[in-house]
């Protein structure tokens, strides 16, 4: 005589666990990606803001030119934004009374567009008792 065991599993667990742990693995990779995405957008664009600030009040100055603005911008980008900010382009129009800075480039590592424009007057020395 011979004793056979049968090992009966339940009926109604088709591996639904281990379905469910997968999903939710893959949605909280999902989340902490997009989470990562959007702070190294903000760094980038807090650069980009930064690198525009810095080139508007040296171009403001009586008498700076474009170049002197494009100049520290681009200096502040490679220094303050490393890899967060790429492409980065700045461009200065300085005008006899306003002074406006652009600064593009592309966050890293998803390429999202960012573009911080600034405008100011241009300084400008007027002597005590001149009409303004």
């Known amino acids: ?3 056979q065991l049968q ?3 339940p009926t109604l667990d088709r591996g639904a666990v281990a379905l469910e742990g997968v999903n939710a693995w893959g949605l909280g990779l999902l989340t902490l990606m997009a ?3 959007v702070v190294m957008w903000g760094l980038a664009k807090d650069s980009a803001r ?3 600030e810095a080139a508007l009040y040296d171009a403001q100055m009586e008498y700076a030119t474009a170049g002197d603005g494009i100049a520290i911008g ?3 980008v490679d220094v303050r934004a490393g890899q967060t ?3 980065a382009e700045v461009t200065v129009d300085r005008g006899e009374e306003t002074v406006t ?3 593009t480039g592309d966050a890293y590592p998803v390429p999202l567009p960012i573009e911080v424009t600034l405008a100011g007057p241009v300084e400008r020395f007027v002597p005590e008792g001149a009409g303004r």
């Open 74 to 76: 681009s200096e502040v």
């Open 101 to 103: 800075v652009t600064v």
């Open 35 to 37: 989470f990562f995405t």
């Open 7 to 9: 090992l009966q599993r």
């Open 85 to 87: 900010l790429q492409n």
């Open 1 to 3: 005589m011979t004793l």
């Open 50 to 52: 930064a690198a525009a």
